[in-house]
């Protein structure tokens, strides 16, 4: 069977157009992780949250709508535990589980896999439903964010919304802008080779 019937069977994401099946998924997995790490980098921290401003959760996003589902979970799990191993590639070069920002990391993994099986489904070719796909996947991350830094700081459930999500919101909708129109214009190049 060819790479060609291979790809056809399967979900076109835009990871798909690239030659190379198992060689490109390996590629494409680590360097999925390695590009979360580091927007990690980009980080501004916040005085009144332990949960920094990142462009974390932009590139994972973005990850996962490139790679699909399969990819995009192996990638974020590869980051999650690569990271908790000691490659010090989270926020601020830290690595382990340790941080009250930990929830986060775990909830791209879920976010992988939200993200990547709606792009799969074309949840990423036009601007209204990769706004949706975003949003799902945002959603997802904060399921796991906020129930663990409400373990991590001891608060209440409105004290940890306050903490690492509200602070977020303008930002996250920046981002969802951004791969809103980032995405569908990817797949408008894909399509015109």
Do not use: C
């Amino acid at each position: 069977m060819s790479n060609a019937q291979i790809a056809a069977e399967r979900p076109l994401v835009l990871a798909d157009a690239l030659p190379g099946r198992l060689t490109r998924d390996v590629a494409l997995v680590t360097g999925s992780a390695v590009f979360v790490g580091i927007a990690a980098q980009v980080a501004v921290p916040l005085p009144f949250t332990p949960v920094p401003l990142t462009m974390q959760a932009f590139a994972v996003l973005l990850a996962a709508a490139a790679l699909g589902p399969l990819r995009g979970v192996l990638g974020m799990a590869f980051y999650l535990l690569a990271g908790v191993a000691g490659v010090p590639w989270f926020t601020d070069g830290m690595s382990g589980a340790g941080m009250p920002s930990f929830g986060y990391i775990l909830g791209f993994v879920l976010a992988g896999a939200v993200v990547g099986g709606l792009a799969a489904r074309g949840g990423d070719r036009s601007p209204l439903r990769t706004a949706a796909t975003m949003t799902l996947g945002l959603l997802a991350i904060y399921a796991f964010g906020v129930p663990y830094l409400m373990v991590a700081t001891g608060s209440g459930l409105g004290q940890a919304l306050m903490l690492g999500v509200v602070p977020f919101l303008l930002g996250d909708a920046l981002k969802i802008a951004a791969a809103s129109a980032l995405l569908p214009a990817t797949w408008r190049l894909a399509g015109r080779r």
